[in-house]
C-alpha cells in the first residue's frame, strides 16, 4: 500500500492520552493513584444540561446546523463573553466547534501557510506544537523554566520572532503550569505583537478557575489587540 500522509506520520501521540492510559491501568492493578491526565471534571453532567439534550433529540433537533453553529448558541456565547469578561463580539465573530482542540485546530488551517512560524512558550499543552505540524506550521518553543515563573518575558518572545513569524500561542491560565499572567505582563507580550504585525491565539479555556490573583482577557487589551486576536475558550 502507499505511505500515509508524512506530515501525519510525524506527528507524536499524545502524551495526556499516555498519562491518562497508564492512570487508568495502575488504578485497575489496585494501586491509589490521582489521574491528573484529562482535563475533565470529576462529577457528572449537570441535570439540566442533560434534560436539554433529551428535549432536543425529542424535538427532532437532529440535522445538519450551520458550519459556524446554530445561531442560538452564538448569541449565548456572546452574551456570556459580555457578562463574564465584558467582551463584546458580534455573533457573526463567533465560531461554536467539538471542543477547544477542534478549535485550535481550526484557526491554526485557517491562518498558517508551510514553513510560517509559531511562538509557544513551554511548559505548554501538548497538542499546540502537533497541531501546528499538521498544519504544515513550524513551532519555535520557548522554554519559561521555574526561575522565571513559568512566563515568557518580552525579550523572549521578540529575541524569537523572525520574518517567517505568524502567530503568538499564549495560554492563560496556563495548562501545565497553573500559571496566570498580570495585566501587565499581558500588555507587553501583545503589544509586541502587535508591533509585529502577529497574530494571537489567547486560549483561555481556564478563565473561570483563577484562585489567586485577577484573569485578564488579551481581547480586553483594546482595538488593536482584538482585531488579531483569536480566543479560544469553551464550556
Not at 477547544?100 to 485546530?105: G, I, L, N
Not at 525579550?155 to 517567517?164: F, G, S
Not at 480586553?220 to 488579531?228: D, F, Q
Amino acid at each position: 500500500m502507499k505511505p500515509l500522509s508524512t506530515i501525519a506520520a510525524a506527528v507524536s501521540p499524545s502524551a495526556t492520552v499516555a498519562a491518562d492510559t497508564l492512570a487508568k491501568q495502575m488504578q485497575a492493578a489496585g494501586k491509589d493513584v490521582i489521574n491528573l491526565g484529562p482535563g475533565e471534571p470529576d462529577f457528572d453532567t449537570p441535570e439540566p444540561i442533560k434534560e436539554s439534550a433529551v428535549t432536543a433529540l425529542a424535538a427532532g433537533k437532529t440535522k445538519y446546523t450551520p458550519a459556524a453553529g446554530l445561531p442560538i448558541l452564538r448569541e449565548a456565547i456572546a452574551a456570556r463573553l459580555s457578562a463574564d469578561l465584558g467582551l463584546n463580539y458580534a455573533p457573526a465573530q463567533i465560531v461554536a466547534a467539538s471542543g477547544a482542540k477542534h478549535s485550535v485546530y481550526l484557526s491554526l488551517r485557517a491562518l498558517l501557510n508551510a514553513g510560517d512560524e509559531v511562538v509557544i512558550p513551554a511548559p505548554y499543552w501538548v497538542t499546540y506544537s502537533e497541531a501546528i505540524a499538521l498544519t504544515g506550521g513550524t513551532p519555535v518553543v520557548v522554554r519559561c523554566g521555574q526561575d522565571r515563573n513559568f512566563k515568557i518575558t518580552p525579550e523572549q518572545l521578540t529575541d524569537a520572532i523572525t520574518e517567517k513569524t505568524k502567530l503568538f500561542i499564549i495560554n492563560n491560565p496556563c495548562n501545565p503550569t497553573g500559571m496566570l499572567y498580570t495585566e501587565d505582563e499581558l500588555r507587553a507580550l501583545c503589544d509586541i505583537c502587535v508591533a509585529h504585525d502577529l497574530y494571537i491565539m489567547s486560549d483561555e479555556i481556564y478563565c473561570e478557575l483563577v484562585y489567586d490573583g485577577v484573569f485578564t482577557s488579551a481581547a480586553s487589551l483594546g482595538e488593536a489587540v482584538k482585531e488579531r486576536t483569536i480566543l479560544i475558550n469553551g464550556v
